[in-house]
């Protein structure tokens, strides 16, 4: 199971002070939406230069343009970008295209989507990964709900990652669920000490995987 560590509303030098501290327990890297809107595609390439040995994804959230946007975070050194689910069909296919071409991947970001009928469509248009979202804004009213779960049950032969407030409590939960990366952002970059908060949560996930 991946460990992805979202950097998001952060500094730029907070985010390469993050990177220090947790580096050795992070398997993939977020550019967060924010992050990127502020700082652009030169902090995805710095990020890129300074870690080229872990999987870089650009939080574009594209929902246009998609081949272009595609195009620019993979030259900017991006393994996966992400592309909303909501949007139209040509605009996916066209990512998916550009990744193709550059030996990337897609990450179809599933926030708001309800209906499995989507995910058939989906993986008809050759999506193999998408992550099941729970927003910020969302997380001000509670805890994940189980109904995010039920989509999955719909997205055979699909990797999935999960994002969505994730601590050390609620990741317990999440391990038995048939997910291949856990998004973690303010449970590490909040806390006292980054560096040991992302050891603890790697290694719950860790012990998971060796009792399994």
């Excluded at 890129?48 to 040995?53: D, G, I, M, Q």
């Excluded at 055979?156 to 998004?183: C, F, Q, R, Y």
């Amino acid at each position: 199971m991946n460990f992805q560590l979202a950097l998001d509303r952060l500094t730029r030098e907070q985010c390469f002070q993050l990177l220090r501290e947790t580096e050795s327990s992070v398997d993939w890297i977020e550019v967060g939406t924010g992050v990127i809107k502020e700082y652009g595609m030169a902090i995805v390439r710095d990020i890129k230069a300074a870690y080229p040995e872990k999987i870089l994804v650009a939080d574009m959230k594209t929902c246009d343009a998609g081949k272009h946007e595609a195009i620019q975070a993979f030259e900017a050194g991006a393994d996966i970008t992400t592309v909303m689910a909501f949007s139209a069909d040509k605009t996916i296919t066209e990512t998916l295209k550009v990744a193709e071409q550059y030996g990337k991947r897609i990450m179809i970001d599933l926030l708001g989507v309800k209906e499995p009928e989507r995910l058939s469509e989906l993986q008809n248009l050759g999506v193999d990964l998408v992550s099941l979202h729970y927003g910020k804004d969302m997380q001000l009213e509670g805890e994940m709900k189980d109904d995010l779960f039920s989509l999955t049950e719909h997205l055979e032969g699909m990797e999935i990652a999960i994002a969505g407030g994730i601590n050390k409590k609620s990741l317990a939960d999440l391990l038995d669920k048939p997910l291949h990366t856990v998004i973690i952002g303010s449970a590490v970059t909040a806390a006292p000490d980054p560096g040991l908060a992302a050891k603890e949560l790697k290694g719950v996930m860790n012990q998971h995987e060796i009792n399994h």
